[in-house]
C-alpha cells in the first residue's frame, strides 16, 4: 500500500464540499434539527453542560449516515438526526461520548500549569471572563498547551464512532484503530486542520471585520456568520465522511434511518 500524501488532506476538504452540494438545503436542514436538540438539552438542570459533549459520538452518525445517504441517491430528511439513538451500537457510542467529554476535561485541566487555572474555571462556569481577566493571565497559550494535550485523544476518537456503528467495533478496538489509521494519515490530516482553520476560522473573522468596516452593526454581520458557520460545519462532516471512506472503504452496515 503506497503511503498517504499530504495532499489527500485537501482532497477530502473539496470531495466534502462536493459532497454538500449535492443536497445543501436538506443538510442544512438537519444541521438546524441538531442544533434545536442541542437547544432543548442545553436546558436541563446540571447534565445540559455535559450531555451535549457525550452525545457527540450519537449526533455525528446522523451527518455520516446523512452522506451515506446522498451517495446512495436518497434524500435526506431531518428524522435522520436520531440516527445514531436507533444504531445497534447506541451503548458503544454512549460510552465513546464518556471518553469525549473525559479528554476534554482532562485536557482542560492540564492547561492550569500555564495560566493557574484561568482557562479551566472560564470552561466549566467557575468565573465570568472580561477583558481586563484574559489580558492578564496566559490563556491564550493555556487553549494551545490544552489543544496539544487533547491531539492523542482526538486522533483515537476521529474514527471511533463510525468503526462502533457501521463496522460494529467495541470501544477499545475503535480507538485502536482510530488512533493508529490518523497516526499513518498524519500528513493529510495536518493539511487537512491547517485548511479547516483558515476557512473555519480565519476566513470568516476576516469577513465579519470587512463587513463590520462597511456596515458598521453586529446584526449584519450575524446574518453572515450565520449561514457561512452553518454551511462551514455541515461541509466538515461531509468531509470527515470522506477520509473515512478512504482509510476504511464505504460502510457495508446500514443503520436504521426511518422511524419505526
Not at 87 to 100: C, D, I, N, Q
Not at 166 to 179: D, N, R, T
Request: aromatic share 14%; hydrophobic share 55%.
Amino acid at each position: 500500500m503506497e503511503n498517504p500524501t499530504a495532499q489527500l488532506g485537501w482532497t477530502w476538504l473539496k470531495d466534502g464540499f462536493a459532497l454538500f452540494r449535492k443536497q445543501p438545503a436538506e443538510l442544512s436542514t438537519l444541521f438546524l434539527s441538531y442544533l434545536f436538540l442541542m437547544l432543548g438539552i442545553g436546558i436541563i438542570p446540571v447534565l445540559g453542560q455535559a450531555l451535549p459533549i457525550l452525545l457527540v459520538p450519537v449526533f455525528s452518525m446522523a451527518f455520516l449516515q446523512a452522506c451515506v445517504h446522498i451517495e446512495q441517491g436518497k434524500r435526506v430528511y431531518p428524522n435522520l438526526v436520531l440516527t445514531g439513538f436507533r444504531s445497534p451500537a447506541f451503548v458503544t457510542l454512549l460510552k465513546l461520548g464518556v471518553l469525549y467529554l473525559l479528554a476534554a476535561l482532562l485536557a482542560i485541566a492540564g492547561s492550569s500549569i500555564i495560566d493557574g487555572g484561568i482557562f479551566f474555571k472560564a470552561m466549566t462556569g467557575q468565573i465570568k471572563l472580561d477583558t481586563e481577566t484574559v489580558e492578564a493571565s496566559n490563556m491564550s497559550s493555556a487553549m494551545m498547551f490544552a489543544a496539544l494535550l487533547y491531539t492523542p485523544a482526538a486522533m483515537a476518537l476521529w474514527f471511533a464512532a463510525p468503526l462502533a456503528a457501521w463496522q460494529k467495533m467495541g470501544v477499545m478496538k475503535s480507538i485502536f484503530y482510530s488512533f493508529f489509521a490518523v497516526r499513518r494519515h498524519g500528513k493529510a490530516f495536518l493539511v487537512y486542520i491547517l485548511a479547516w482553520a483558515f476557512f473555519g476560522i480565519f476566513l470568516p473573522v476576516i469577513l465579519s471585520s470587512i463587513l463590520a468596516l462597511f456596515v458598521g452593526t453586529g446584526i449584519a454581520t450575524m446574518v453572515l456568520l450565520l449561514p457561512l458557520s452553518v454551511v462551514t460545519t455541515v461541509v466538515m462532516y461531509c468531509s470527515f465522511y470522506v477520509s473515512y471512506v478512504h482509510v476504511f472503504g464505504r460502510p457495508e452496515f446500514a443503520l436504521p434511518d426511518e422511524i419505526k
